[in-house]
């Protein structure tokens, strides 16, 4: 089964902006991986942030936004809030199956 | 808006069958969207398990294929999920999910003895 790759942690400063990236192991990320973004606190069900690489829902802070990048689905969030810190998941369409990453831990700081 | 809610037993035996239930509310369950299931083992990540469209059609992780089913039942605007064979592997958050944009909040199933 594919694997879906990334960055375990990232630190961003209030304020700063920070790129999070998704790879897949099968090769470069494209519109047909129909990329998804989520976010979740701890504790709480995960929240949708963007759908088919870089479309927004009407709940989706303008400062998140998301893009392929170097063969990789890409979330960049500019003017980071502190309530931004969390964990952030791609998800993937590999061909059928729906596959997530590994998650990543945003730290605000 | 629609609402998601699961229902179903917050523990299960080793070798059993996990059986948990979606309750949809303010949307039809045969709208044309995929409902899914995914869970999280505690402090890790997503896993998704699979999902179904209102005409019967499903979508299971591989890893998970041979002991995944889920279904819908109009009736009772509902879809549900049944995992057999179960293991402490299996001990998990549960969600369901409208198409990924709208989640549940979550069940908590452990499997043990």
């Known amino acids: 089964q594919t694997v879906v790759t990334q960055e375990p942690s990232l630190t961003v400063s209030p304020g700063g902006t920070v790129t999070l990236t998704c790879a897949s192991s099968t090769g470069a990320v494209t519109s047909g991986y129909y990329p998804n973004w989520f976010q979740q606190k701890p504790g709480q069900a995960p929240r949708a942030l963007i759908h088919n690489t870089n479309n927004k829902y009407s709940w989706t802070p303008a400062r998140f936004s998301g893009s392929l990048l170097g063969g990789k689905a890409a979330l960049t969030l500019s003017g980071v809030q502190p309530e931004d810190e969390a964990e952030y998941y791609c998800l993937l369409n590999c061909g059928g199956p729906w596959v997530f990453g590994g998650g990543t831990k945003l730290t605000v700081l | 808006q629609v609402q998601l809610q699961e229902s179903g037993p917050g523990l299960v035996k080793p070798s059993g069958t996990l059986s948990l239930a979606c309750a949809v509310a303010?949307?039809?369950?045969?709208?044309?969207?995929?409902w899914s299931w995914v869970r999280q083992p505690p402090g890790r990540g997503l896993e998704c398990i699979g999902q179904i469209l209102h005409t019967g059609s499903t979508n299971y992780n591989p890893s998970l294929k041979s002991r995944v089913t889920i279904s819908v039942d109009k009736s009772k605007n509902q879809f549900s999920l049944n995992l057999s064979s179960v293991t402490a592997a299996d001990t998990a958050v549960y969600y369901c999910a409208r198409n990924f944009d709208t989640w549940g909040q979550g069940t908590m199933v452990t499997v043990s003895s």
């Open positions: 303010g949307e039809s369950v045969s709208s044309n969207y995929w």
